[in-house]
């Protein structure tokens, strides 16, 4: 659902506004307006790092749109606020702020083209920039030592507005354990939007627990969160798996506890981070139950070391991609005290196959079952290393993988159907 870009009616020009003079500048707002917007009659000046502004170029540039019906969202909005400059972009369904630091010497506000912007940033040397808006002909001089480029933008008024998350529910979040949690369930999303629910992440907030989960038909992620405090409401949204993806990125330098807020409609959600913010629409709808997917029982149960599991795979994978992405798993206990085993098979009729074998703790009859080996894949991918359960009832029940050391995080595949 795109975001609001609801512009002013003639109707509403009749509504009360104020006008603030600041020596040389203007600025005019709706006084009952929630969403932020920018009305300038002055000249925009200021200076910045360059390494600061090609960072701040690179973190809000994924939400820029490629493809759009509304050409200023391949724009990127500058704008100056407390002595800072403020980058936002958006593709109205994710919108980034990223704020950095700069010398303002007089306040103001353009958008620009974010992907010239941010080659032009990108292709100078480490120094100072200087940056000056000529507000009657929107155009934006941008100096760097012997370097300079002129920019045409457009009116920071015409700019989709942010959205203002300033009621809700609000957790706080460990920047690892949210990363882990995102590694390890947005891939299991899908990807078309046939059924939009599951191409969002099932987020669910209950007393101080969150619950994060993702499924695509094939196959089902679940992870759980301990917060260090209870939340003040239930909550219970899905998160589209992109937003997540990106806020992953976002996260890469991020040491402080990240605050995650839901508005009371449970429409947008907002990612609050040291100097970055990320809102997201919400995907609208019910997501299935999928705890009616795990399997209450297990027969088979093999341990095994993750990156061992993961390399037969690979190498397995090398067959499997000519025969449908079939692997068979044959696991089989030990005797007389030896290591059990699970051996991974997969073949081509018109080039072949091959096998590998690992060690494993086995308990419960040899079983055998089937999967596609992407998804194997990429849940042992995920998991890194230590070692893995994997849980098995027959070849036609799904099987489920859990890690030997974390009771937060379950793993269900759906089997392949195979002749054995």
């Known amino acids: 659902m795109p975001l609001d ?3 002013v009616t003639p109707a509403e020009a009749h509504i009360p506004i104020s006008l603030t003079l600041v020596g040389t500048r203007a600025h005019t707002r709706f006084t009952n307006q929630p969403d932020i917007r920018y009305r300038a009659e002055y000249t925009m000046k200021l200076s910045v790092l360059q390494e600061n502004l090609n960072r701040g170029l690179g973190t809000v540039s994924r939400a820029v749109a490629t493809r759009s019906t509304l050409p200023i969202t391949t ?3 500058l704008q100056t606020e407390d002595s800072r400059l403020r980058l936002v972009a958006t593709n109205l369904e994710i919108v980034i702020s990223c704020w950095i630091a700069a010398k303002v010497e007089v306040e103001g506000a353009i958008t620009v083209p974010a992907r010239m912007l941010n080659e032009f940033v990108g292709s100078l040397q480490p120094d100072t920039i200087e940056m000056e808006l000529d507000q009657s002909t929107r155009q934006l001089d941008v100096v760097s030592a012997r370097v300079n480029a002129k920019l045409s933008g457009q009116d920071a008024d015409d700019f989709p507005p942010v959205p203002q998350l300033g009621e809700g529910v609000t957790i706080e979040l460990e920047p690892d354990q949210l990363r882990t949690s995102i590694d390890r369930v947005a891939f299991a999303a899908a990807t078309d939007d046939a059924r939009p629910v599951l191409t969002g992440v099932h987020t669910s907030v209950d007393g101080d627990t969150l619950t994060f989960a993702a499924a695509d038909g094939f196959r089902l992620a679940v992870q759980t969160v301990r917060l260090g405090a209870t939340a ?3 909550v219970d949204v899905i998160i589209p ?7 992953d990125r ?3 330098d991020q040491s402080e506890k990240v605050m995650m807020t839901v508005n009371p409609q449970r429409s947008q959600v907002l990612f609050r981070l040291n100097g970055v913010e990320l809102v997201s629409q919400l995907v609208q709808g019910a997501f299935p139950n999928y705890r009616q997917l795990i399997p209450e029982s297990t027969t088979t149960k093999a341990v095994a070391d993750v990156s061992d599991f993961l390399r037969v795979t690979r190498t397995a994978a090398v067959f499997a991609r000519d025969g449908n992405n079939i692997v068979r798993l044959y696991m089989t206990a030990g005797e007389n005290e030896m290591a059990g085993t699970v051996r991974l098979e997969s073949r081509s009729e018109e ?5 590998g074998t690992i060690d494993a703790l086995v308990e419960g009859p040899e079983s055998q079952i089937a999967f596609n080996s992407r998804y194997l894949q990429d849940i042992l991918g995920v998991l890194g290393r230590g070692k893995v359960t994997l849980e098995t009832t027959s070849p036609s029940s799904p099987g489920t993988f859990r890690p030997v050391d974390d009771e937060d995080y379950l793993h269900v595949v759906m089997p392949m159907f195979v002749q054995w």
């Open 241 to 247: 798996a992109r937003a997540l993806r990106e806020l």
């Open 250 to 252: 976002l996260l890469a």
């Open 232 to 234: 003040s409401e239930k």
């Open 351 to 355: 080039i072949g196959g091959g096998e």
């Open 5 to 7: 870009v609801r512009s």
């Open 75 to 77: 724009h990127v909005l």
